[in-house]
């Protein structure tokens, strides 16, 4: 096995490399494997601002493998559409080599031979690094960074803090502005709390409280960088109040509210501003037709969806950019403004190469003083894997497959259902399972694992209603996540038909037999929105399970048949 | 083994479970007003006059965040005189198991005609808005109102 340090002069990769011809984003150099820190800080400079962006973090402040989807079919006018495509598709839209870097960051096939040959991405201290050279390299009158949020949730110290730790980071980074979505899961006392002393701007225009309709955070800030003024407006996840527990946060209403977006967009020309960024958390393919209806934002940082794209989208005057997630990547836009006007825009996507890049020693610091009361927890390994063990694709995962084997056999149930997260990380075939890779996949704050008789009726209906919110072709009626993942039960799906009409075959597994609608199931799962639901956290769940099986093996799943794609 | 497993009504599936349904799942299996019992309802009030569309801004989620309390904001384009007003707007839900919503009453002295309110609705389902005009004249709008049964937002 080649060690993590050495990959910058690997080249067990390097034979795949005539199978594609394209450079990359990275050019020669990601091609050819010799990346280092000043490869991936390459950039011609131009214009009077930088805008840095970062999104779903999902509170990774260490590097990480993350696999990035097999499956992650786009409906409706957006079909075959970046960002749905994947692996050759994808790499040959984007020009980009297989097996080069690039491929590794950003495409899934191949992944556990690469991730050995090119080592982790992400981690706080590497992305300090960047922001910090970036800076010095611009001047810091000249640079933005601004985080689309899903930021202060999804590892172990993050959930035991209540997102201090995250915000201390943030801080340390110098954020400029951040929007939200996990974030509310902390519960809106203590969001309002971290937000009142925080020394970043939190924006969302489109959180009303509901008893006066008034804005509940500032909608907007104007910036001043390089002698041009940049309005930020913020737009927290427009499904918020349906996709986590409203419990949390019930005096709030979200919704996507493109008249007031652009209002406010016309009131930040007023003010003089020459840009003006949306620092969105809605979704890619909300945020692409939100583009083609709201007039005059001239960039959209996308988040929510975890896409990353090495270019960007243009929808009319304005363009979209997808930075991806849990700290893989940094996005870098110079904006040059002229008359008054965005002139042009040059625009890279930086992975973040844990190997080849330097850790920042101020922020590593930090980061280990914030882990440290967790440290031999989070180290603490419960069993390993055999098997790759990752998150995302539109209807299954192998990390998602363990938890409901787990649910299946330490809650005694027929079937179990696991939520369709995009978040949490990749364990390599030989990796131990340590608590921290446990709860990197479960750490919410509501976490319960309930057990309960289900008809089949019920279940359907459950699918059905899912499925509706993936593939519904309309995206302003599409809220983010993947398939919910199924333990013991299979069935086929139609991504094309409409709600009501797109789930059939039903199979209970271990018997073979069809689902019957009447009957009742024992099923257990987690994450309900519900408040008061009951029974144990899923990271003592799955600990459990592993802890007995000791060596975890996850057959390929087949249990979900897609057509209509 | 566990022992005390509850057994689930629809109402306590839609809640317990991962992604329940939001407030409609819970109302239990009444008969549901259709697209039928609403033109039935706007039949009782003006027969079988025509409607025209435009005038009526109808202005309601996409997805209720709560089906119990869905907001819905109404506005009649009219300049509200004495020659020119609106008379009355009507709201209907066609999946509720009773079709009529709200009604209300306007005169010129109301200065515009716009009402805002919230409703509960107990599945996705339109939403239909007749506006009446001094002049006997009627309008419409219809919208779609998605109530689902949420979680597993990514």
């Known amino acids: 096995m080649i060690s993590r340090r050495e990959f910058l002069q690997a080249t067990a990769a390097a034979a795949a490399l005539t199978a594609g011809s394209g450079l990359g984003p990275l050019g020669r150099a990601a091609a050819q494997q010799k990346l280092s820190q000043a490869d991936i800080l390459r950039f011609q400079p131009q214009g009077q601002i930088t805008i840095l962006h970062v999104a779903d973090i999902h509170a990774q402040l260490m590097p990480l493998q993350f696999r990035e989807p097999a499956v992650n079919l786009g409906v409706g006018e957006v079909k075959g559409l970046p960002p749905h495509l994947t692996d050759a598709a994808f790499r040959e839209h984007f020009k980009i080599a297989a097996g080069s870097a690039d491929a590794f960051a950003l495409t899934s096939d191949d992944f556990v031979s690469l991730a050995r040959n090119y080592g982790r991405m992400g981690g706080l201290d590497r992305i300090a690094t960047l922001v910090k050279a970036i800076r010095a390299e611009r001047g810091d009158d000249k640079v933005l960074l601004l985080d689309g949020g899903d930021t202060w949730q999804g590892s172990w110290s993050s959930l035991q803090t209540k997102g201090q730790d995250m915000v201390d980071v943030m801080s340390a980074l110098k954020l400029d502005a951040m929007t939200s979505h996990w974030e509310f899961t902390l519960g809106a006392e203590r969001v309002k709390e971290i937000v009142e002393k925080a020394s970043f701007a939190f924006l969302a225009q489109n959180i009303r409280d509901k008893e006066w309709n008034e804005p509940v955070f500032p909608p907007r800030k104007v910036f001043e960088k390089g002698g041009v003024k940049v309005a930020v407006i913020g737009q927290a996840l427009p499904r918020t109040a349906v996709a986590n527990p409203r419990w949390m946060f019930p005096e709030w209403e979200f919704g996507i509210r493109e008249d007031e977006l652009q209002k406010q967009v016309e009131e930040a020309r007023a003010e003089g501003a020459a840009i003006v960024v949306l620092l969105s958390h809605d979704g890619f393919d909300v945020d692409r037709k939100l583009a083609s209806r709201v007039k005059g934002i001239d960039v959209i940082l996308t988040a929510h969806t975890h896409d990353a794209m090495p270019g960007l989208i243009r929808v009319g005057d304005t363009v979209l950019v997808a930075s991806g997630s849990h700290g893989k990547f940094v996005s870098r836009l110079d904006i040059a403004v002229k008359d008054g006007k965005v002139a042009d825009i040059r625009f890279k996507l930086m992975p973040v190469f844990a190997d080849a890049i330097a850790p920042d020693s101020e922020m590593a610091t930090l980061v280990t003083k914030l882990r440290a009361p967790y440290a031999a927890d989070l180290a603490r390994e419960i069993g390993r894997t055999d098997s790759l063990l990752y998150r995302r694709g539109n209807f299954n995962g192998s990390f998602d497959d363990l938890i409901c084997d787990a649910m299946l056999t330490q809650r005694d149930a027929e079937i179990a259902l696991s939520p369709g997260f995009r978040w949490g990380g990749s364990l390599l075939p030989g990796e131990p399972i340590t608590w921290e890779a446990i709860t990197n996949a479960t750490a919410i704050t509501y976490p319960n694992c309930y057990r309960m008789e289900m008809t089949g009726a019920q279940l359907k209906e459950i699918l059905e209603d899912v499925a509706d919110n993936i593939f519904h072709p309309d995206p302003y009626f599409q809220g983010g996540g993947d398939m919910v993942r199924i333990g013991g039960m299979g069935y086929a799906i139609d991504v094309g038909k409409p709600m009501g009409s797109r789930i059939s075959g039903l199979t209970h597994l271990k018997s073979g037999k069809p689902i019957d609608a009447s009957r009742k199931y024992v099923v257990a799962g987690w994450a309900s929105v519900n408040e008061g639901t009951q029974g144990p956290p899923i990271w003592d769940v799955v600990r459990d399970h592993v802890a007995a099986t000791r060596t975890i093996t996850i057959k390929p799943n087949d249990a979900v048949k897609v057509s209509g794609a | ?154």
């Open chain 2, 1 to 154: 083994m566990l022992t005390h497993l509850p057994t689930l009504s629809r109402r306590d599936a839609v809640k317990a479970a991962a992604w329940a349904l939001a407030a409609a799942a819970i109302a239990p299996r009444l008969a549901f007003a259709d697209e039928k019992a609403v033109a039935a309802e706007i039949k009782k009030l003006y027969g079988d006059k025509p409607m025209a569309s435009g005038k009526i801004k109808l202005d309601v989620p996409e997805i209720a965040e709560n089906g119990l309390v869905v907001p819905i904001n109404i506005e009649i384009e009219s300049p509200m005189t004495e020659a020119d007003y609106v008379k009355a707007v009507h709201v209907f839900a066609e999946g509720n198991p009773q079709p009529g919503v709200v009604s209300y009453q306007f005169t010129p002295a109301c200065g515009k005609a716009s009402a805002a309110t919230r409703m509960r609705l107990a599945q996705t389902q339109d939403i239909i808005c007749v506006a009446e005009m001094s002049n006997g004249t009627l309008h419409t709008a219809k919208a779609n109102i998605k109530v689902t049964i949420g979680g597993c937002g990514g």
